[in-house]
Every structure is written in C-alpha cells, then in structure tokens.
C-alpha cells in the first residue's frame, strides 16, 4: 500500500500562486508516475499534471501549460505542483494520485493510490 498526503492548498486572489506538496509512503517503489488532478463543485475529476518518478518527464493538461509546474523530490518522496497565474476556474479540490503502471495515464481510473484531496479557491 501507498499512503499520499496533500497539503498546501489555500484561498487566493486571481493572478497569485500557491504550491501544493504530496508525500508519499509505504510501498513507493512499485509507484512509476504521479500526478495531480483535480475535481471542481459539479465536475467529473479531471487530470492537471503527472510526472514520470525515474525520468522525471512531465506532463500537462493543455489549461494548465505555462502556469502550472510539477516537480519532484526523490529524497523526500514528494511531489510539488507549482501555481502560478492562478485564474478562478482553478478552484477545486486538488487531489494527488500514483500509478503502479509503466503507462503513462490522464484517467482517473488508471491511478491507483488517493491522498484525501486540498481545497484551492481563486477569487476574482
């Protein structure tokens, strides 16, 4: 089992930025890619970011590009997402995610390990 731990989630004003962080424990070494995604009021549970944990490749949904940055921490077994410009339509619950397959995924369904979520609202 893998245990994920989001923090850093906040309400902000529009144009400001917030990193979000999520350590990992347990069996992290079977984890290839993690990921953040998030799930707005109403909303299906949409993928924002996922970065491969060995290359440390990277990937966004097209929304997020050029605001957004993941990154990691192979030390601490954390992952960041860096929000920068944030804009209201980024508010929602921030979930972190990990994925057991060597695929690169953007489903939800694909992740197989959950943190419990961080709100970020971003008032205009």
């Known amino acids: 089992q893998v245990q994920l731990n989001e923090s850093g989630g906040e309400s902000v004003q529009a144009g400001g930025s917030l990193r979000l962080s999520c350590a990992a424990s347990g069996r992290t070494f079977s984890i290839y890619t993690r990921g953040w995604f998030r799930q707005a009021p109403g909303k299906e549970r949409e993928f924002v970011a996922a970065i491969r944990w060995s290359s440390g490749n990277t990937y966004y949904t097209d929304s997020v590009k050029g605001r957004f940055t993941i990154s990691r921490d192979i030390a601490k077994n954390t992952v960041y997402l860096q929000m920068n410009s944030l804009k209201p339509e980024d508010t929602a619950v921030y979930y972190c995610?990990?994925?057991?397959?060597?695929?690169?995924?953007?489903?939800?369904?694909?992740?197989?390990?959950w943190g419990q979520g961080t709100q970020v609202t971003v008032s205009s």
């Open positions: 995610a990990a994925d057991r397959n060597n695929v690169m995924h953007t489903a939800p369904l694909e992740y197989d390990y």
